[in-house]
């Protein structure tokens, strides 16, 4: 079965750094693109990072374009989220996704748990 399983959240302050990372497990992770979403309290689930299955393409939201890097390792199933300068409306539940495409069911999206990161002086 898909399991997705991030790592890293915490307490952090504005304008340090932070690395989140997310173990995947159950398809073949180097065919699938994956992405990073959060949720604050009260807001919608919002998509911070995109990553293509090679790496070779990323995106990201406007909020955090320049501060946050999306990268993966193939060899270990594994995405990450290096989040810089943090700022305390960065604050919310990070989310790994994955989005498969099944002939039988269309695409089905797979989260992790979520890791919570709070950034506060």
């Known amino acids: 079965q898909v399991q997705l399983v991030e790592s890293g959240g915490g307490l952090v302050q504005p304008g340090e750094s932070v690395r989140l990372s997310c173990a995947a497990s159950?398809?073949?992770?180097?065919?699938?693109?994956m992405n990073w979403y959060r949720q604050a309290p009260g807001k919608e689930r919002e998509l911070v990072a995109h990553i293509s299955n090679t790496g070779r393409s990323t995106d990201y939201a406007d909020s955090v374009k320049g501060r946050f890097n999306i990268s993966r390792d193939n060899a270990k199933n594994t995405v990450y989220l290096q989040m810089n300068s943090l700022k305390p409306e960065d604050t919310a539940v990070y989310y790994c996704?994955?989005?498969?495409?099944?002939?039988?069911?269309?695409?089905?999206?797979?989260w992790g748990q979520g890791t919570q990161v709070t950034v506060s002086s």
């Open positions: 159950g398809f073949t992770f180097s065919s699938v693109a």
């Open positions: 996704n994955a989005r498969l495409w099944q002939l039988s069911r269309g695409t089905t999206d797979y």
